[in-house]
């Protein structure tokens, strides 16, 4: 296996680790609604030159009804509320105990899609929840009341992630990169504009330079490089180097805002980490089947699902175009990952 894949991998975590300790700085001088917005705004500048490199552009509202609405949840869960419950968090807690907070997202969009999607879960995920579960119970108890109220504000972020993460997941007809730059444009307007309805816009043009650079970099230009490392070791071993970004994030937060890391941060940590451990550990196999379509949508030759030939593409690469499928049912082991998921009826 090439060596720049993981480069690539662990360049994309460290970007998005480094969006919560610059949120921090950045709350100091800007309101929670126009941070968001600006960063989100930023989050889709990032992904133009992805947007360039697929030379094809699809307008949402050419999208079917059912894509539409998928976009449209995305867009309001995961670009609108979730940055900004995020951020009203960050303000009560150190940016540290944040950034270990959002592995809840991972854990959000797996019991989301156990609970609401069909996603089988096992042992090994129950496990990884109740680890996760109470290392974020132990961060909230250690900072005080307003631990517990930041605790409580990004849990509620990332279950609006988890929701984000599904439903972008079942968008077929419009590339991931595609998704990313509508999402950010749209919901960064809207929260942009909520923003400076509330507070009027008073921020320089370089605080405003900075933050949308932050976006460009940690929203956009991390998932560009995410989706990039993805296509050469696959969506599972990338998601698992990708999880290290909140460890980055602490790491940050101590270096560049001089916050001091505490015992319970370093419990917590050693938490986590085991309960990510026995997330990625588990694997298991059953039957199901998949109905007879005919989609576009990201996918990869090898992955048991797709057994066209697209001329010129080798089938561990990830792409997007028009296919069809057979009707066919089948088992086959597969590990959980939320960022590609494929629906199936149960037999």
Not at 39 to 53: D, E, F, M, Q, S
Request: proline share 4%; with cysteine.
């Amino acid at each position: 296996m090439p060596k720049y894949p993981l480069a690539i991998a662990f360049l994309a975590a460290l970007l998005f680790g480094a969006a919560t300790p610059a949120s921090k700085a950045l709350l100091r001088t800007l309101p929670t609604f126009q941070l968001a917005g600006l960063l989100y705004l930023g989050a889709a500048i990032g992904v133009i030159p992805l947007l360039i490199k697929e030379r094809s552009f699809n307008w949402p509202w050419n999208l079917d009804r059912e894509t539409g609405l998928r976009l449209l949840g995305a867009t309001g869960f995961g670009g609108i509320a979730g940055p900004v419950f995020l951020l009203f968090g960050l303000r009560l807690a150190s940016s540290a105990s944040v950034s270990l907070w959002l592995n809840l997202e991972l854990i959000a969009t797996v019991i989301l899609g156990h609970l609401i999607f069909r996603d089988e879960l096992c042992i090994n995920g129950w496990v990884a929840i109740i680890g996760t579960l109470a290392a974020s119970t132990l961060l909230s108890l250690s900072e005080g009341h307003a631990g517990v109220q930041a605790g409580l504000l990004v849990t509620i972020a990332c279950l609006c992630w988890g929701l984000d993460n599904h439903f972008t997941a079942l968008i077929t007809g419009i590339t991931p990169a595609q998704t990313t730059f509508w999402k950010g444009l749209v919901a960064g307007s809207v929260n942009l504009i909520i923003g400076m309805g509330l507070d009027g816009y008073t921020a320089t043009i370089s605080l405003t330079v900075a933050a949308i650079i932050v976006g460009i970099f940690s929203y956009g230009i991390s998932i560009v490089l995410y989706i990039t490392s993805a296509q050469k070791l696959g969506a599972t071993r990338s998601q698992i180097i990708f999880s290290s970004s909140p460890f980055f994030g602490v790491i940050m937060a101590a270096t560049f805002l001089g916050e001091s890391i505490s015992l319970a941060q370093i419990v917590a940590t050693v938490l986590i980490i085991i309960s990510l451990a026995f997330l990625f550990f588990e694997r298991h196999g059953h039957l199901h089947r998949h109905e007879g379509t005919a989609h576009e949508h990201w996918h990869r030759h090898d992955d048991g699902h797709h057994n066209h030939v697209f001329p010129g593409m080798p089938g561990s690469i990830y792409h997007s175009h028009w296919h069809e499928h057979r009707a066919i049912t089948h088992a086959h082991p597969h590990w959980p990952d939320p960022y590609h998921r494929h629906e199936h009826d149960e037999e």
